[in-house]
């Protein structure tokens, strides 16, 4: 009577077979995976790794895109130690991340723990989403005919109510505050929706036992919601401070820059001397250093907020 064959391993086979049938499936796992992920692998490389690792060399050149790059070595980086204009861009964009992320990750939150309370409507949140689906450059010029101090539907309400008109893209004391609420509103919907995902993550057990033990909604917040948040609060964190940084859309589309210097961000600068002063050199220098720097952020953000620890085990 012929036996049966088992596609199960033999934990029976001496252990040297089970060691090479072993390392054959792990060879094949790793094959496997290596192939699914060889299509992004080439794309990093060929769009983002290859034009850095580009960037960083002509950093070090005197290339004003006409002729072949003159290399130059540190001269660029030296330059920048003395560019006034180079510091107070960088000002305008530590000032503009200032107006941007708190109120950004707040408003967020809040709508996300009113969402969780208040409905599970999965149409509400999609009307939530609905500002992050629409592209910056098309946000931009939306509010830029809805605050203009003529025609503006904003400035309208605001003068039928007695509080008169305001420029608020050539006003200097309100063009980055107007350009960070622009982004704010774009944005906070998306972040509501990350922060609302994280709560489904809480089990929902601590709140019933803090209950018992009589703890209050803002006591069950702090102690419970905004511990077991924080790997979504990171997220959210380094995710909108990069961002930020990178600032550019909404300011070509609106103030260019202006007015005078008020809203002239890094990557505004940056782009002012690659392709109106035609100094790629020099550009690709700040950008490196601009690189670097959301590199140092993003390891001060993470160590700071604990991002490799988990309060749920």
Known sequence: ????????????????????????LTERE?????????????????????????????????????RAPKFVGLDNYQRLLGDGKFWSSIWVTVLYVLYNIPIQTVLGLLIAVLLKRLTGSVAMRSIMLAPFLVSNVIAAMIWFWMLDPILGFVNFLLQSLGLGTHAFF??????????????????????ALLFYTGLQSIPEHLYEAARIEGASQWKMFSSITLPLLRPTVVFVLVTSVI????????????????????TRTIVWYIYQEAFSSM???????????????????????????????????
């Open 1 to 24: 009577m012929p036996t049966k064959t088992s596609i199960l391993p033999d934990h029976s086979a001496p252990a040297v077979d089970r060691f090479h049938l072993h390392k054959r």
């Open 243 to 262: 961002g930020s940084f990178q600032i550019f859309d909404t300011i070509a589309v609106t103030t260019q820059g202006g007015p005078g210097t008020a």
């Open 30 to 66: 790793g094959f496997c995976g290596w192939l699914f992920i060889t299509p992004a692998l080439v794309g990093f490389t060929l769009f983002y790794l290859l034009p850095t690792i580009r960037a960083f060399y002509i950093g070090l050149t005197n290339w004003n895109l006409l």
């Open 279 to 313: 100094r790629m050199g020099y550009a690709s220098a700040m950008s490196t250093v601009l690189f670097l720097g959301l590199v140092v952020v993003t390891l001060v953000q993470m160590r700071v907020l604990r991002s490799g620890e988990s309060d749920l085990g």
């Open 170 to 191: 050539s006003d200097e004391n309100l063009a980055l505050p107007t350009i960070a609420a622009i982004n704010i509103w774009r944005h906070m919907g998306y972040c």
